[in-house]
T-cell receptor, first 111, second 114 residues
Framework: RKEVEQDPGPFNVPEGATVAFNCTYSNSASQSFFWYRQDCRKEPKLLMSVYSSGNEDGRFTAQLNRASQYISLLIRDSKLSDSATYLCVVNRSGGYNKLIFGAGTRLAVHP | DTGVSQNPRHKITKRGQNVTFRCDPISEHNRLYWYRQTLGQGPEFLTYFQNEAQLEKSRLLSDRFSAERPKGSFSTLEIQRTEQGDSAMYLC????????????FGEGSRLTVL
């Protein structure tokens, strides 16, 4: 079993749709949590951190449930430019950024 | 451009040959990481440097793989006696001690082993 599991998708949604991605992690000692975005043939980039209290950045909302070891990302009012792969990421180390990535969920937003 | 720089961007080699990749991190970052990514998968952690010290190596890093960061600046990743299973994108990333969770990745070096 992989340490970080995600639904691979693809999610094909029309512009304006709301889409939710889910992720589970197996190591209860994981320290911190993130969503990264990776465009086709590009490097991953940090999208947002994820906190237990939930956090929002514009159209993006991330949530963490430590008890269930579950992370989510909600995208509202999808744009064509949101098309990408969304990587769920956990930081296993408290001392440095040893990031463990999920396989990613691919999103395709169409007109 | 002051981002993470990797070269070569593409390398095609025959099985059994040695290859070396170079990474130049963001200049003020003391932490450097190597990851490997194959099609349809997320990046997999290979190794981590803090300054010139290699502090962690993944079990994925067989004895054919060696990484160095001799002066705490640029890093090299060498693969000896390449195998077809080594074909992947090799990503380098850097971070400062304060950037919690944020790694700055280079565009990667794509290796194809024939």
């Amino acid at each position: 079993r992989k340490e970080v599991e995600q639904d691979p998708g693809p999610f094909n949604v029309p512009e304006g749709a709301t889409v939710a991605f889910n992720c589970t992690y197996s190591n209860s000692a994981s320290q911190s949590f993130f969503w990264y975005r990776q465009d086709c043939r590009k490097e991953p980039k940090l999208l947002m951190s994820v906190y237990s209290s939930g956090n929002e950045d514009g159209r993006f909302t991330a949530q963490l449930n430590r008890a269930s070891q579950y992370i989510s990302l909600l995208i509202r009012d999808s744009k064509l430019s949101d098309s990408a792969t969304y990587l769920c990421v956990v930081n296993r180390s408290g001392g440095y950024n040893k990031l463990i990535f999920g396989a990613g969920t691919r999103l395709a937003v169409h007109p | 451009d002051t981002g993470v720089s990797q070269n070569p961007r593409h390398k095609i080699t025959k099985r059994g040959q040695n290859v070396t990749f170079r990474c130049d991190p963001i200049s003020e970052h003391n932490r450097l990481y190597w990851y490997r990514q194959t099609l349809g998968q997320g990046p997999e952690f290979l190794t981590y440097f803090q300054n010139e010290a290699q502090l962690e190596k993944s079990r994925l890093l067989s004895d054919r793989f060696s990484a160095e960061r001799p002066k705490g600046s640029f890093s090299t990743l060498e693969i000896q006696r390449t195998e077809q299973g080594d074909s992947a994108m090799y990503l380098c990333a850097s971070s400062s001690g304060t950037s919690a969770g944020e790694l700055f990745f280079g565009e990667g070096s794509r290796l194809t082993v024939l």
